[in-house]
C-alpha cells in the first residue's frame, strides 16, 4: 500500500467507486455528487493545498481508494487547528488492513510535514471495521458526537477520534 498524490488519470476510478451506495459503503453514502471540483483541485494544486488535501490510496497498483484531510479549528486559526481526516475505501480493498496501513501513513505524513499537534476522524457508531482500524492506526477514542452527521434520511451519531504529536515529533 502507498499514498500518492492524484493524477488526473485517477479521477475516473475515484469518481466510479465513490459514486454509489455500493461504492463508498452505506456508512459513507451521501448521494450523488459531481467531481468537477476534484478535477479542477488537481489541476491547480495536485490537491495538495495549505487547508485541505487528499492523496490516492494504491494496493498492487491499483487505485483502492483515498484518503483526505482538512484543517479544523477549535479555537482561534492561528493556534488552534488541527487536521480531520478521511478515507474512501473500494470495496474489493476493504477488510484486508489497507484501511488501517494507509490512516496510519497518512497520519506519519500529516505530523511529519505540518505543525498540526492534533490529528482527527470520526466514524459512524455502528461502524466497528473503521473504530478498529483507527485506534490501530494509533488513534484513541475520545467520545460521541450526538446526531453530527446527515445521511440517508436522518441523522447518525458519530464518535471523535484523535492521535496527538508526542514530544519526539510523532504519534
Known amino acids: 500500500m502507498i499514498l500518492r498524490p492524484i493524477r488526473e488519470a485517477d479521477i475516473?476510478?475515484?469518481e466510479a467507486g465513490s459514486s454509489t451506495p455500493e461504492g463508498t459503503g452505506e456508512?459513507?453514502?451521501?448521494?450523488?455528487?459531481?467531481?468537477h471540483m476534484m478535477r479542477e483541485r488537481v489541476t491547480k494544486d495536485?490537491?495538495?493545498?495549505?487547508?485541505?488535501?487528499?492523496?490516492?490510496?494504491?494496493y498492487d497498483?491499483?487505485?483502492?481508494?483515498?484518503?483526505?484531510?482538512?484543517?479544523?479549528?477549535w479555537g482561534p486559526?492561528?493556534?488552534?487547528?488541527?487536521?480531520?481526516?478521511?478515507?474512501?475505501?473500494?470495496?474489493?480493498?476493504?477488510g484486508r488492513g489497507i484501511g488501517t496501513a494507509a490512516q496510519k501513513e497518512l497520519t506519519d505524513y500529516l505530523f511529519a510535514h505540518t505543525q498540526?499537534?492534533?490529528?482527527?476522524?470520526?466514524?459512524?457508531v455502528s461502524n466497528v471495521a473503521e473504530q478498529r482500524a483507527l485506534e490501530k492506526a494509533g488513534?484513541?477514542?475520545?467520545?460521541?458526537?450526538?446526531?453530527?452527521?446527515?445521511?440517508?434520511?436522518?441523522?447518525?451519531?458519530q464518535i471523535l477520534y484523535a492521535a496527538l504529536r508526542d514530544r519526539r515529533g510523532h504519534i
Open 46 to 58: 495536485g490537491y495538495l493545498g495549505p487547508e485541505a488535501g487528499g492523496l490516492v490510496v494504491e
Open 27 to 35: 456508512l459513507q453514502w451521501f448521494g450523488y455528487r459531481t467531481f
Open 61 to 73: 497498483s491499483e487505485v483502492a481508494g483515498w484518503v483526505t484531510w482538512s484543517k479544523h479549528f
Open 77 to 94: 486559526e492561528v493556534t488552534s487547528w488541527g487536521w480531520t481526516i478521511g478515507i474512501i475505501l473500494f470495496p474489493a480493498f476493504r
Open 139 to 157: 488513534y484513541q477514542r475520545e467520545g460521541v458526537l450526538r446526531r453530527a452527521q446527515w445521511r440517508n434520511g436522518e441523522w447518525h451519531d
Open 12 to 14: 475516473p476510478r475515484i
Open 116 to 124: 498540526a499537534e492534533r490529528i482527527q476522524a470520526f466514524t459512524d
